[in-house]
Each structure stands twice: as C-alpha cells, then as structure tokens.
Nanobody, 123 residues
C-alpha cells in the first residue's frame, strides 16, 4: 500500500485547511486509516482515524469539534478537514494505514505511512 498526503500549507489562526491522503496498491488489506502529527521536538501523536469500510471515526480530544475525518472509497482517499485552526496545531501531518483493528491510536501499530505534509498556523 502506498499513501500520498497533500493539502498542507500556511494559514492564520481561525482558518481552515483540508488534507488528503490517496491510497494505492493493495487497499483491500486496509482496515483503518489514521492521521498523525508531529511538532518540532515532540513525539508523533494520533489526531483522527476512520475505519476503511464502516466509517467509524475517532478523534484526539484536542481536535474534537474542529477536525473532521472522512473517506471516499471510490477514490481510495481519506480527508482531514481542519477548521478553527490554532497555532498549537502546527506540525507535520502524516497519514497512515493499518491492517488490524486494535490499538488504533498507537503509532507503532500502523503498517503503512505516507510522507508528511506541513501545516503551519500563524497567530
């Protein structure tokens, strides 16, 4: 499975961005897709996730109500709509895929990773 993330950029606080993650290859093996982020000097952290088939979603508490994860199975693409962005959302954002449903918030549980896309929120 190959993952291609896009959509990052520079935005002012309160603004919006939409990230996309296009999957290719053996996508039938994907059970769950997640978005993670990593700020300078910090560990990579779970942001949001969605089951590939059923659409069940999970969010980190700090983004609930502001971020929305969705998927388009016809396009093999997962999106992360980010609204009301804050400077603390600044990070490199990564999409990832895993084949098993357990520990969906754990970085080490993911089998495939896309390249990161930078999101910078200015105050």
């Amino acid at each position: 499975v190959q993952l291609q993330a896009s959509g990052g950029g520079l935005v002012q606080a309160g603004g919006s961005l939409r990230l996309s993650c296009a999957a290719s290859g053996r996508t039938f093996s994907i059970y769950y897709m997640g978005w993670f982020r990593q700020a300078p000097g910090k560990e990579r952290e779970f942001v949001a996730g969605i089951s590939w088939s059923g659409g069940t979603t999970f969010y980190q508490d700090s983004v609930k109500g502001r971020f929305t994860i969705s998927r388009d199975n016809a396009k093999n693409t997962v999106y992360l709509q980010m609204n009301s962005l804050k400077p603390e959302d600044t990070a490199v954002y990564f999409c990832a895929a895993r084949r098993l449903p357990q520990a969906i918030r754990v970085v080490s549980g993911y089998d495939y990773w896309g390249q990161g896309t930078q999101v910078t929120v200015s105050s």
